[in-house]
């Protein structure tokens, strides 16, 4: 019979448990422990060995034949994953053709820049140098047919540093008689925008005080001629630059992302959404272009 070790309450100290002292009777054998303790390293031993099994032996080379094919088996162990993985992502990058997708709005800003088909050729409106004219809609320039009313202007856009000009279109919204007025400030622009909920238009409302729009406005009433490059009150917005991060589609490898001018048409959208294009760009992104709609009353 095997022996079993009991302690009696004088041989053991006391445990306090909730302000009473409840003694610890101890009556389980050694023998079990230690078999219990046996079963438990013999079954650690019985899985690692299931695991080693499994793991190939490690070879030595003792010739420099061996290590060049060790050194070469490395390589491509590491360099196939990697060009899966790369190919895996120039595949997804590349799904929509040539275009620029922008990081943080997720629309195009550019993809109907570069493509016309054969049959759309002769219907694509273009400016006095025959260059292709476009329709801002939001962050996205529409290629468009060019109506009778409608008035082409030049805005630089572009990647930051390197903007080139590109024609819009835009036609007249008022019911009065109007012209188009182009603006270029820099930011801040020190102007307080307005919106129109019943029309769902943005208008310039007033200037902050000592603001470079304010100058203008007040040089403005001193020379008249420069009444057409200055902000006035009462301006609808029609359209503004803005900066987009972008980055090009279609190569084997994915260009970092840049930042890239691009024109918001604000014709009836949010006036949330015209303020969140108006906070993209930086002041290190270079002055902001505005298309203004002015009566000829205010001229």
């Given at each position: 019979?095997?022996?079993?070790?009991?302690?009696?309450?004088?041989?053991?100290?006391?445990?306090?448990?909730?302000?009473?002292?409840?003694?610890?009777?101890?009556?389980?054998?050694?023998?079990?422990?230690?078999?219990?303790?046996?079963?438990?390293?013999?079954?650690?031993?019985?899985?690692?060995s299931?695991?080693?099994?499994?793991?190939?032996?490690?070879?030595?080379?003792?010739?420099?034949?061996?290590?060049?094919?060790?050194?070469?088996?490395?390589?491509?162990?590491?360099?196939?994953?990697l060009?899966?993985?790369?190919?895996?992502?120039?595949?997804?990058?590349?799904?929509?053709?040539?275009g620029?997708?922008?990081?943080?709005?997720?629309?195009?800003?550019?993809?109907?820049?570069?493509?016309?088909?054969?049959?759309?050729?002769?219907?694509?409106?273009?400016?006095?140098?025959?260059?292709?004219?476009?329709?801002?809609?939001?962050?996205?320039?529409?290629?468009?047919?060019?109506?009778?009313?409608?008035?082409?202007?030049?805005?630089?856009?572009?990647?930051?540093?390197?903007?080139?000009?590109?024609?819009?279109?835009?036609?007249?919204?008022?019911?009065?008689?109007?012209?188009?007025?182009?603006?270029?400030?820099?930011?801040p622009?020190?102007?307080i925008?307005?919106?129109?909920?019943?029309?769902?238009r943005?208008?310039?409302?007033?200037?902050?005080?000592?603001?470079?729009?304010?100058?203008q406005?007040?040089?403005?009433?001193?020379?008249?001629?420069?009444?057409?490059?200055?902000?006035?009150?009462?301006?609808?917005?029609?359209?503004?630059?803005?900066?987009?991060?972008t980055?090009?589609?279609?190569?084997l490898?994915?260009?970092?992302?840049?930042?890239?001018?691009?024109?918001?048409?604000?014709?009836r959208?949010?006036?949330?959404?015209?303020a969140?294009?108006?906070?993209?760009?930086?002041?290190?992104?270079?002055?902001?272009?505005?298309?203004?709609?002015?009566?000829?009353?205010?001229?």
């Amino acid at each position: 019979m095997k022996p079993v070790i009991s302690f009696s309450r004088a041989q053991i100290a006391p445990r306090v448990l909730g302000g009473h002292r409840n003694p610890l009777r101890i009556t389980q054998s050694p023998c079990i422990l230690r078999k219990q303790s046996r079963c438990a390293s013999e079954k650690t031993a019985c899985h690692v060995s299931s695991f080693l099994a499994f793991v190939p032996p490690v070879s030595t080379c003792f010739d420099q034949e061996c290590q060049a094919s060790k050194d070469t088996f490395f390589i491509l162990s590491i360099a196939i994953p990697l060009l899966v993985f790369g190919s895996l992502t120039a595949y997804l990058i590349g799904r929509r053709r040539d275009g620029i997708v922008s990081l943080d709005s997720n629309e195009y800003t550019g993809t109907s820049q570069y493509e016309v088909d054969a049959d759309e050729e002769s219907l694509v409106a273009r400016d006095a140098k025959g260059e292709i004219a476009y329709r801002a809609v939001r962050y996205t320039p529409w290629l468009t047919e060019q109506g009778p009313d409608d008035e082409c202007i030049r805005i630089n856009v572009g990647p930051v540093g390197r903007t080139l000009p590109k024609s819009y279109l835009f036609d007249k919204i008022l019911r009065e008689p109007s012209q188009l007025v182009t603006v270029t400030l820099p930011k801040p622009l020190g102007i307080i925008f307005e919106e129109d909920p019943r029309l769902k238009r943005v208008f310039v409302a007033e200037f902050i005080p000592d603001s470079e729009a304010e100058s203008q406005s007040k040089r403005a009433l001193l020379d008249p001629s420069i009444s057409n490059k200055v902000p006035a009150v009462g301006d609808v917005l029609r359209a503004l630059t803005t900066t987009v991060v972008t980055y090009k589609e279609g190569a084997l490898i994915a260009q970092g992302p840049e930042r890239e001018i691009v024109v918001f048409g604000a014709d009836r959208q949010k006036f949330s959404d015209v303020a969140a294009a108006m906070k993209r760009s930086y002041v290190s992104d270079g002055p902001v272009t505005l298309v203004l709609e002015r009566p000829l009353q205010q001229v």
